[in-house]
Structures are given as C-alpha cells and as structure tokens.
C-alpha cells in the first residue's frame, strides 16, 4: 500500500500598498493682514511633509515657495492669497487674506512752462481711496533729490492748491493734486534733479481722532 500525503498549501495575501497621507499646513497667515496701500504684509507658514510649495493670488503668478521661509507681499487691493502643499500622496491647501487700505497715488510729470521770465516745473497725478479708507487733509508732499542723492527741496500739494476734495475722502473717491515748482525759488533745481529719486508722502488725519496723523511713504 502507498500512502500519499497531501499538503495543503496556504496562500499569503498580497501586502497592500502603504497609503500614507498628504501634508498638513499647521497654519498660512500674513502679518500684519491690515496694511496701507504702498505698505508690505509677510505670509509666513508652517507645513509638515510637504515636498513643494506654491504661493498665488489673483495678479499674481503662482511662486515656487518650497525653499521659502516667508514671503513679503505688497498688493494694491485686498487680496486672498493660497498656499499649495503637495507629496506624493496629494496636496492641500489653505488661505489667508491681506486688506489694503488707504490712498492709492499715482503721479505723473506734469508741463513745464514759462510766465515771462520764471520757469515753472510741475508734478500732478491722483489720489484713490482703496479699500474702506476715509480721511480728512489729505496732503502729498513731493521731495526733489540730485543724482548724489542730496535733497533740494520740498514742496506739497496743500501749498499749490488746497483743493476742498482732498480735506475729505470717502471710499472710492479719486482726486487730482498738483505740485508746482518755481526756478525762483528754487534756483537751478530743475536741471539738477533726478527724476528717478523723487520721493512722495501722504498725510492724511483719522476722521475719528484728527489730532492723530497717519503716514504713508512711498519711494520712486
């Protein structure tokens, strides 16, 4: 008699995959998330297994952030800004929103021109209430600087015309300035400015509180 044994033989299942989970963003916040227009807000992050990162908002492009450690930001309206983190297994995103206020300037050169025997110089441009910005007295100032650097004078838009829609401004509201500047006064100044260093401030008083000035500086 032969005996035959049988074995059975047992099957092993297949491992199934690792599934491992996307990154997580611990936080996105800009700081600060209220800024003046002109003014520059920081987003900073923190992610955790993340193998890239971008950054993008309306008008602007999306930034590759992954070696970033923050980034400064200076929008002309209030912007909602995104962080994308992604891996292998897929991506996240999270949001934070920077407010832009305050008076939006614009300037151009204005003419020069001639009355008999002085020479006048002029700037002109516009100022725009972005945002819920209201102010009382606004006044932009206007310092000429050589080519050294060296300031040759100032002048502001108050002294040329105090217009009566610049001492108040409600949102949306947009205004002309002007700034003119005469060679008598300012002997030789018009050749020995450089144009690429002029410098503008606007001032402007809280309606609630006039006696407390804010500032805005913007270099061009």
């Not at 305050?102 to 009355?115: N, Q, W």
Request: hydrophobic share 35%; glycine share 6%; aromatic share 10%.
């Amino acid at each position: 008699m032969v005996l035959m044994a049988m074995i059975a033989c047992k099957k092993t299942a297949p491992t199934a995959p690792e599934v491992k989970p996307p990154p997580v963003i611990n936080f996105f916040k800009a700081t600060p998330d209220w800024i003046y227009y002109g003014q520059e807000s920081t987003l900073t992050w923190s992610v955790t297994d993340s193998t890239s990162l971008t950054i993008s908002a309306p008008g602007f492009s999306n930034s590759d952030a992954t070696t970033w450690e923050g980034a400064s930001v200076s929008p002309d309206e209030t912007t909602v800004f995104t962080l994308t983190a992604t891996n292998s297994y897929g991506s996240v995103t999270a949001t934070c929103q920077v407010n832009v206020n305050g008076p939006k300037v614009e300037m151009t050169d204005g003419p020069t021109y001639h009355t008999g025997t002085i020479v006048y110089f002029t700037y002109t441009g516009t100022v725009k209430s972005v945002g819920d910005f209201t102010a009382l007295n606004v006044i932009v100032t206007l310092k000429l600087y050589n080519s050294s650097g060296q300031l040759l004078c100032t002048r502001d838009s108050e002294a040329w015309d105090p217009r009566p829609a610049m001492k108040s401004m409600a949102p949306g509201v947009e205004v002309l300035w002007g700034i003119v500047f005469r060679e008598t006064e300012y002997p030789g100044v018009s050749n020995a400015m450089d144009r690429n260093k002029l410098e503008y401030t606007v001032t402007w008083d809280i309606p609630a509180s006039s006696a407390n000035k804010r500032f805005l500086q913007v270099i061009r």
